[in-house]
């Protein structure tokens, strides 16, 4: 199965695309750990897209192409991939078709978490991490045993400096220019399934796994 997960910020993608790449039996592939893994093995892309990291830039789309098809072509990704955070663009869309046609390959559906804005600033405005081992809280549908303290260390709870109220803003409009014309492409492309993202997580998932059996009755070519 090759899936890419797509939604705005605090949709719940590296959650689903954790538990696909679970049940499909392929790797999680995000683009975080992509760019991480490239920095600290100081190749070649991986210098080029910490340069611009570091600048609080977005990595350029032809390095990130590049980097995307290095990590597909690994054997761990030849049976499937799940991506998460890519494509992020138009134009990296259209990358990931070329890199899947010349292996006569296509995707099998671009998944959209759909989520209200409502409901993406309840998520992400209750998110509390824990300053020591990163674990991740909800003061509503994940609360600490003890407020502001991490059950696994004890240590400080903090809310990330890009889950406040401005910065929530700011990532909703970079997501509404970038990322909105890439569901426009696959929906043209007849691949796009969108998902209901505001029910639970099992819910979710089964919705997700529901549409992909639906979808694979109807059609097994690339589009």
């Not at 890419?4 to 995000?30: D, E, M, W």
């Not at 990931?96 to 959209?112: G, P, T």
Request: charged share 25%.
């Amino acid at each position: 199965m090759r899936l890419v997960i797509l939604g705005a910020p605090g949709a719940g993608k590296g959650t689903q695309a954790s538990r696909l790449a679970t049940y499909f039996n392929c790797p999680h592939v995000s683009t975080g750990e992509i760019f991480r893994r490239a920095i600290k093995d100081q190749t070649r892309l991986g210098k080029e897209a910490d340069f611009h990291i570091s600048k609080g830039q977005l990595v350029p789309d032809d390095i990130t192409i590049e980097l995307v098809e290095q990590r597909i072509e690994e054997p761990d990704s030849q049976f499937g991939f799940i991506l998460d955070g890519y494509p992020r663009t138009p134009n990296q869309a259209i990358g990931l078709d070329d890199i899947l046609r010349q292996k006569s390959l296509c995707l099998d559906a671009a998944i959209h978490l759909d989520l209200s804005e409502k409901e993406i600033y309840r998520r992400l405005g209750n998110r509390r991490v824990c300053t020591i081992c990163g674990a991740i809280y909800h003061l509503d549908s994940l609360p600490p045993k003890h407020p502001g303290l991490c059950d696994r260390c004890g240590s400080p709870l903090v809310q990330r400096e890009d889950d406040h109220l401005d910065t929530i803003k700011a990532r909703l409009v970079v997501y509404r220019q970038m990322t909105k014309p890439v569901l426009s492409y696959y929906k043209n492309r007849g691949t796009l399934l969108v998902i209901d993202g505001e029910g639970d997580i099992d819910k979710v998932f089964k919705t997700i796994i529901n549409s992909l059996e639906t979808r694979s009755l109807k059609t097994n070519d690339c589009h």
